[in-house]
């Protein structure tokens, strides 16, 4: 499909995209579950382009609807969002551009939906498609229910010609049925549901005994120098220390969580998307509420409470199908501190948050392939044995050893001091400490004190997680104290042979790339040099447009820029994630600095090239949007005008005016300066500064000016520059 390439820069669909697309165009109710990076927004962005009416998106999270909507109008697609935290005049301009119909999208909460003067807004025009997106949230048994989302069922009712979709990337078959119920899904009318793999190939997953928590993290951030990422805490005091102690370090950090007062939460927000912080230090029961596809690793300070929160936070790391890392510091005192913060007075909502967090402990303890248990929790079944990508596959099988003595030492101890003590006491007894508690109850006379000294005492709570992983003893409720299995019996009597590892084999010193599966390895090895140069470029465009740097492009696109080096459209355009719009808006920066480092180091031709994947049509520079809008403001028409002739903002028209100058066109008329919102005083000063520093760079002058000028601004002024002065390219 040409909206694919043109308008998103893909050059084909993800697994199931292009099903699910098709479904939803023939206006059948569709539910799509599909991992975190797999692709879903695209599934309900790419059909809005094709109907004639409004998508409605129903998003939770008043952050990610911005995002969604500052990514779309980088690709030229006109979204607005209707929230709270708009100021009143620019709800009442997206009011007036979907009663317009020059809306596509419009993102908005499931409490603001419901509302009589948004559904009275929305029945005078029409509405080809309502896409509910975190549906898991409908659902009771969900990791993350919420009771407005029930409301929704009754929204479908006021648009029935509509469309609905629900999207999720965690929702476990009872999830999905109980989605099904609520949203009135009838297979009598076409209804599908689509359930893609959850296997995120690309990261590497591992979990790590907690032992001493700041130290393991600073050993993790030194294998992730320059990576953006996330850390998650149990709570907002264990997130405030921890981010204080990294930033003493002098490492970028900043909190996230509920208690920051939301003038803070938002800016700490804003660092952290826009690159200018590195890491986020965040509370698990807080949602980011975030796109940001460079995240490189996420790093589980405590224990999730649920597979689901799990796997969805893990699922931030690594958008951009670039490898990532994801380590989770395991402990069993976080258990009852979790389960304290689950309860509630719903007895029902109890059980659900307790077997979930069981789940998690189970996934935390397991020796086997960790990828394969998380998708047979979501029932995806048929994952090999070994996936390569976790601590437990990745372990040197040399490392395994017979530790059936071991095993026989602790079982025996347990039995004989009546079943009742945690596996401190235990270990106290077989390393022949000389505890209050240990001569109280007499252990001092058993035969198993001292028998242990041997190991460490870090060896031996080691071994005690794998014996209860492994069964032979399990946790008593109430207070902790471990009791034998039938199984254990077999070891004690010599029947069963116990293989296991007498120290953690969750070590930091394999970097990421050196476990890389190789199926996520799908480009040769691009310049770093150039990749940072594309890195700060992109920096530099993104602070002058105000959006997010991945909103101008993803890493993956720039792994390809410092690939193949693209230096003409046809090539430019033929790179991951660059559409028309792009091309255009960026294209002559990107290009220009990589001709500039291709000349310096004596790169001429690229040995390899990457294929085409779509016929791209070569047009002439007559052709082209630039030189059009050129054309038009040269014969005298206005910019605003020019911008409603070609649906773009007037920012937009700018951007193209500059470009065209840049092909060799004079600017020969100077009512761009007609658009200009600063003082006249002001205009003179930035003059100045351009006649001072140039015009080819405009942070030198937005930084002389003390940024009293905003860049928009900045752009306008570099024009009526160009023009007073008579300036050719």
């Avoid at 599909?34 to 999270?61: E, M, Y």
């Avoid at 590497?204 to 998650?232: E, W």
């Avoid at 969805?312 to 990532?324: F, M, N, T, W």
């Amino acid at each position: 499909m040409e909206i694919l390439k043109t308008v998103f820069g893909y050059d084909d669909f993800r697994p199931l995209q292009k099903e699910i697309i098709d479904h939803i165009l023939e206006k059948k109710d569709t539910l799509v579950v599909l991992p975190t990076g797999g692709g879903k927004s695209l599934c309900f962005q790419l059909p809005a382009l094709v109907f004639d009416g409004l998508t409605i998106v129903v998003s939770p999270l008043i952050s990610l609807m911005k995002d969604q909507v500052d990514q779309l109008g980088e690709m030229g697609v006109s979204a607005v969002c209707l929230n709270s935290s708009l100021p009143a005049e620019q709800y009442r301009h997206h009011v007036s551009l979907i009663q317009q119909g020059r809306v596509r999208l419009l993102y908005i909460a499931p409490e603001s939906l419901v509302r009589p003067n948004l559904l009275e807004l929305l029945h005078t025009v029409t509405v080809d498609c309502v896409a509910i997106d975190e549906a898991h949230c409908i659902s009771a048994w969900g990791h993350d229910f919420r009771p407005e989302y029930r409301q929704l069922a009754q929204i479908r009712q006021q648009f029935p010609k509509a469309v609905c979709t629900a999207f999720t990337a965690t929702a476990t078959p009872t999830v999905q049925k109980d989605i099904q119920t609520s949203l009135g899904f009838s297979r009598d009318n076409g209804f599908r549901a689509f359930i893609g793999s959850f296997d995120r190939k690309n990261l590497v997953i591992r979990v790590m005994f907690k032992d001493n928590p700041l130290q393991q993290t600073l050993d993790f951030l030194a294998s992730h120098k320059d990576d953006s990422g996330i850390i998650y805490c149990l709570s907002r005091k264990q997130v405030e220390n921890l981010s204080n102690q990294l930033a003493a370090r002098g490492f970028s950090v900043r909190p996230y969580h509920a208690g920051l007062d939301d003038t803070a939460r938002d800016r700490f927000q804003t660092e952290f998307i826009k690159d200018d912080v590195r890491i986020m230090v965040a509370t698990i029961a807080f949602g980011m509420g975030i796109d940001k596809p460079n995240v490189r690793f996420v790093l589980h300070y405590d224990l999730p409470k649920s597979v689901e929160n799990y796997y969805q936070e893990i699922g931030r790391a690594g958008r951009d199908d670039l490898d990532a890392e994801c380590l989770l510091l395991f402990s069993h005192a976080d258990i009852p501190r979790l389960k304290s913060l689950v309860t509630s007075q719903d007895e029902q909502r109890n059980r659900a948050a307790w077997f979930h967090l069981e789940d998690m402990v189970r996934f935390a303890e397991a020796e086997d392939c960790r990828k394969k248990r998380l998708l047979a929790y979501f029932g995806e079944t048929g994952a090999q044995d070994d996936c390569g990508m976790c601590d437990n596959c990745l372990a040197p099988k040399e490392q395994v050893q017979d530790i059936s003595i071991a095993a026989q030492k602790f079982l025996s101890c347990v039995k004989r001091t009546g079943e009742r003590f945690g596996a401190g006491h235990i270990i106290d007894v077989l390393r022949g400490a000389e505890t209050k508690k240990i001569f109280q109850f007499r252990h001092h006379q058993l035969s198993t004190y001292g028998i242990g000294k041997d190991l460490s005492k870090k060896q031996w709570f080691y071994l005690s997680r794998q014996f209860q992983s492994k069964g032979f003893v399990q946790r008593e409720d109430n207070y902790g104290g471990l009791t034998l299995t039938p199984e254990a019996w077999g070891v004690l009597k010599g029947e069963t042979k116990v293989s296991g590892l007498l120290d953690s084999r969750h070590k930091l010193s394999q970097p990421v790339a050196e476990t890389t599966n190789a199926e996520s390895a799908e480009l040769p090895a691009h310049h770093p040099d150039l990749f940072e140069l594309l890195r700060q470029k992109r920096k530099e465009l993104a602070d002058e447009a105000g959006v997010p740097p991945y909103a101008v492009f993803p890493d993956k696109t720039l792994v390809e820029m410092a690939t193949f080096f693209p230096r003409t459209d046809t090539d430019f355009l033929n790179t991951f994630g660059v559409g028309q719009t792009k091309l255009e808006k960026y294209g002559p920066a990107f290009m220009a600095l990589i001709r500039d480092f291709c000349t310096a180091h004596a790169i001429s031709e690229v040995t390899e090239k990457k294929p085409p994947a779509f016929a791209i049509k070569e047009s002439s520079p007559k052709d082209k949007r630039h030189f059009q809008v050129g054309q038009l403001y040269h014969e005298g028409a206005f910019i605003t005008d020019i911008a409603g002739q070609f649906h773009v903002k007037p920012a937009t028209v700018i951007n193209h005016l500059y470009r065209y100058f840049q092909d060799g066109n004079p600017i020969s008329s100077g009512q761009v300066i007609d658009i200009c919102s600063i003082t006249e005083d002001l205009q003179i000063k930035a003059l100045k500064a351009f006649e001072a520093h140039g015009y080819t760079l405009l942070k030198p002058i937005f930084e002389d000016l003390d940024r009293e000028i905003p860049y928009s601004e900045l752009h306008i002024l570099r024009l009526y520059y160009l023009y007073v002065n008579k300036i050719d390219a």
